[in-house]
T-cell receptor, first 114, second 115 residues
Framework: GENVEQHPSTLSVQEGDSAVIKCTYS??????FPWYKQELGKGPQLIID?????GEKKDQRIAVTLNKTAKHFSLHITETQPEDSAVYFC?????????????FGGGTRLMVKP | DTEVTQTPKHLVMGMTNKKSLKCEQH?????MYWYKQKAKKPPELMFV???????INESVPSRFSPECPNSSLLNLHLHALQPEDSALYLC??????????????FGDGTRLSIL
């Protein structure tokens, strides 16, 4: 089955700096890669996603890049703000008998220091 | 605010109690999911319903019993739980299980504590 590795597990940056979180996946058939942000006491919130026919996608301060050959994808947050502090999960979607299921990475705790 | 609503937000129960977790969505989604999340870990899939029929059971113990009364509602019935079942239980929904890679939208979960 699919395996998703996520690094780093914790990341501390100064407000205004950029943050990068990286994920690798094992199943070359995976074709959908969402990123979730989970704040304390909340459920995961979808912040951006990318499909395998696209190499990069941007939404304001957030961007995701995908390298299908190397089987890795990354989340880039620019001009970080304290409210970006949260746990971020990457995921890969693998088509199975019952449709698309998500395999999550282990998570990255991002701390933005004011 | 999330478009997937879960109740209650917190639940404390003894090992002999019977309780239910509820999830509701009004996005017209036809696939609904239950996940279990332990502290500092990613969500783990438990059950998937597609068009109100159980599609996936990830070898979950029978003390957890899911139910999908209609396309908007998903319940998780709990009975004779163990202390290790204490966790955040998340509900999610997506448009369907087709090959179009439908995003999953999560509720804020029920924080369950077993005494």
């Amino acid at each position: 089955g699919e395996n998703v590795e996520q690094h780093p597990s914790t990341l501390s940056v100064q407000e205004g700096d950029s943050a990068v979180i990286k994920c690798t996946y094992s199943d070359s058939a995976s074709n959908y890669f969402p990123w979730y942000k989970q704040e304390l006491g909340k459920g995961p919130q979808l912040i951006i996603d990318i499909r395998s026919n696209v190499g990069e996608k941007k939404d304001q301060r957030i961007a995701v890049t995908l390298n299908k050959t190397a089987k890795h994808f990354s989340l880039h947050i620019t001009e970080t703000q304290p409210e970006d502090s949260a746990v971020y999960f990457c995921a890969a979607s693998t088509v199975g008998n019952a449709g698309n299921m998500l395999t999550f990475g282990g998570g990255t705790r991002l701390m933005v220091k004011p | 605010d999330t478009e997937v609503t879960q109740t209650p937000k917190h639940l404390v129960m003894g090992m002999t109690n019977k309780k239910s977790l509820k999830c509701e969505q009004h996005m017209g989604h036809r696939a609904m999911y239950w996940y279990k999340q332990k502290a500092k870990k990613p969500p783990e899939l438990m059950f998937v319903y597609s068009y109100e029929k159980l599609s996936i059971n990830e070898s979950v113990p029978s003390r957890f019993s899911p139910e999908c009364p209609n396309s908007s509602l998903l319940n998780l019935h709990l009975h004779a739980l163990q202390p290790e079942d204490s966790a955040l239980y998340l509900c999610a929904s997506s448009q369907d299980l087709g090959e179009g890679n439908q995003p999953q939208h999560f509720g804020d979960g029920t924080r369950l504590s077993i005494l």
